[in-house]
């Protein structure tokens, strides 16, 4: 098992604030792309928090054994309002264009299938 430092414990919370910031940008892009009911976005907020506890709970047990340190909680909130403050609107702006991509390439051999379809009908 590892030891960290207090300092390296506090970047690499830090780091997965950041990831964290990452992760709800991925999932606002794909909610803005893939328009839902409401009943299906509340099952997204209920996946996404629990995937990020479970990050969270993991990174405690296997970066600090476990404790829950007030500097641990202070650093996650730093690196979530770092990356909100810095490049979480270039982040969404590329999430948001690959999901639209994706989107296409999807959507597209359905699309496609119909036309080939319709003509066949006729």
Not at 103 to 109: A, D, H
């Amino acid at each position: 098992m590892y030891t960290f430092s207090q300092g390296q414990i506090f970047i690499l919370f830090l780091i997965l604030g950041l990831s964290i910031g990452i992760f709800f940008d991925l999932f606002r892009a794909l909610r803005k792309t893939f328009k839902t009911s409401d009943f299906v976005t509340c099952i997204e907020d209920i996946i996404f928090m629990l995937l990020v506890g479970i990050l969270i709970v993991n990174s405690l047990i296997l970066i600090n054994h476990g404790q829950i340190r007030f500097f641990i909680i202070l650093a996650m909130l730093f690196g979530i309002t770092f990356y909100f403050l810095t490049i979480s609107k270039v982040c969404f702006i590329i999430f948001q264009m690959l999901m639209k991509f994706f989107k296409k390439i999807l959507i597209f051999p359905f699309f496609f299938k119909n036309i080939l379809q319709k003509k066949k009908d006729f």
